[in-house]
Protein backbone atom coordinates (compact mmCIF):
# COMPACT_ATOMS: atom_id res chain seq x y z
CA UNK A 1 0.00 0.00 0.00
CA UNK A 2 1.86 3.57 -1.06
CA UNK A 3 1.84 6.06 1.56
CA UNK A 4 -1.06 8.26 0.01
CA UNK A 5 -3.85 4.95 -0.02
CA UNK A 6 -2.64 4.71 3.71
CA UNK A 7 -3.54 7.98 4.92
CA UNK A 8 -6.48 7.75 2.65
CA UNK A 9 -7.93 4.47 4.35
CA UNK A 10 -6.69 6.67 8.01
CA UNK A 11 -9.03 9.33 6.96
CA UNK A 12 -12.11 6.90 6.11
CA UNK A 13 -11.54 4.68 9.25
CA UNK A 14 -11.79 8.03 11.03
CA UNK A 15 -14.81 9.39 9.46
CA UNK A 16 -16.51 5.60 10.11
CA UNK A 17 -15.13 5.95 13.80
CA UNK A 18 -17.04 9.67 14.28
CA UNK A 19 -20.22 8.37 12.82
CA UNK A 20 -20.15 5.40 15.14
CA UNK A 21 -19.47 7.33 17.67
CA UNK A 22 -22.19 9.61 17.46
CA UNK A 23 -24.51 6.92 17.13
CA UNK A 24 -23.67 5.59 20.40
CA UNK A 25 -25.42 5.87 23.91
CA UNK A 26 -22.55 7.71 25.92
CA UNK A 27 -23.16 5.74 29.23
CA UNK A 28 -22.36 2.45 27.04
CA UNK A 29 -19.24 3.40 25.90
CA UNK A 30 -17.39 3.88 29.21
CA UNK A 31 -15.87 0.84 29.18
CA UNK A 32 -13.89 -1.15 26.81
CA UNK A 33 -16.73 -4.14 27.20
CA UNK A 34 -19.51 -1.61 26.30
CA UNK A 35 -17.65 -0.37 23.47
CA UNK A 36 -16.86 -3.44 21.41
CA UNK A 37 -20.57 -4.42 22.74
CA UNK A 38 -22.08 -0.95 20.92
CA UNK A 39 -19.64 -1.41 17.89
CA UNK A 40 -21.23 -5.20 17.33
CA UNK A 41 -24.74 -4.07 17.52
CA UNK A 42 -23.72 -1.26 15.20
CA UNK A 43 -22.47 -3.45 12.56
Request: charged share 25%.
Amino acid sequence: MTPEQQQELNQHIQAIAKILHQEAEAEKIQTLEGIETTIREQT
